[in-house]
């Protein structure tokens, strides 16, 4: 089994700054890539930012210049520094990965979410 674990979600006011941390565990062969995608209410789930093994990134042009997303591929961690944030990026905030648990078999993992609300 595999488990993504989430941390780091509260309030904050906006221009303010959060960094959501996350961690993969179990049956882990090797790690494809690491994200965060968002959900907010009345609306679908979006991709935030991905990074892959050879650190190669991609970000929602919403957050460009905003997040920095980072990994440490010994550890299996995935973070998310997000700063000047905006009220509209109020969200439940998921970790996912791609990953290998043996040589042939690979899924999309996801962990739980954790909430994020910028207000004053």
């Known amino acids: 089994q595999v488990q993504l674990v989430e941390s780091g979600g509260g309030l904050v006011q906006p221009g303010g700054s959060l960094r959501l941390s996350c961690a993969a565990s179990?049956?882990?062969?090797?790690?494809?890539?690491m994200g965060w995608y968002r959900q907010a209410p009345g609306k679908q789930r979006e991709l935030v930012a991905t990074?892959?093994?050879?650190?190669?990134?991609n970000y929602a042009d919403s957050v460009k210049g905003r997040f920095a997303i980072s990994r440490d591929n010994a550890q299996n961690t995935v973070n998310l520094q997000m700063n000047s944030l905006k009220p509209e990026d109020t969200a439940v905030y998921y970790c996912?990965?791609?990953?290998?648990?043996?040589?042939?078999?690979?899924?999309?993992?996801w962990g739980q979410g954790t909430q994020v609300t910028v207000s004053s």
């Open positions: 179990g049956s882990i062969f090797s790690i494809v890539a």
């Open positions: 996912s990965s791609r990953l290998y648990t043996d040589y042939t078999h690979w899924d999309d993992y």
């Open positions: 990074i892959t093994s050879g650190h190669s990134t």
